[in-house]
């Protein structure tokens, strides 16, 4: 089944830079959509960006024109470049294929100070 392991997190001010790794295991990944979902403290999660196994992306209104998914299908691993980050961009970032439902990983903590 799927494994994720997601890196890349950490404390940046506002205005800053983080990119976020996400290592997938388990699955063919080429053949698979895959997504970045985020969740902050007392709020539901929610997606972030998708990226098809041929590159098409989508983003949710919050993060467009400063997160950019990619994904490198040579390393099974997707990415998440965030600029200009704003401190309610603050939360654990996790990604998955969206077809496992139940699976979440341990995801990566982003804090974006002010």
């Known amino acids: 089944q799927v494994q994720a392991v997601e890196s890349g997190g950490g404390l940046v001010q506002a205005g800053g830079s983080l990119r976020l790794s996400c290592a997938i295991s388990?699955?063919?990944?080429?053949?698979?959509?895959m997504a970045w979902y985020r969740q902050a403290p007392g709020k539901q999660r929610e997606t972030v960006a998708t990226?098809?196994?041929?590159?098409?992306?989508t983003y949710a209104d919050a993060v467009k024109g400063r997160f950019t998914i990619s994904r490198d299908n040579t390393k099974n691993t997707v990415y998440l470049q965030m600029n200009s980050l704003k401190v309610e961009d603050s939360a654990v970032y996790y990604c998955?294929?969206?077809?496992?439902?139940?699976?979440w990983g341990e995801g990566t903590l982003v804090t974006v100070s002010s």
């Open positions: 990226i098809t196994n041929t590159g098409s992306t």
């Open positions: 388990g699955i063919r990944f080429n053949a698979y959509i």
């Open positions: 998955k294929p969206p077809f496992a439902v139940g699976y």
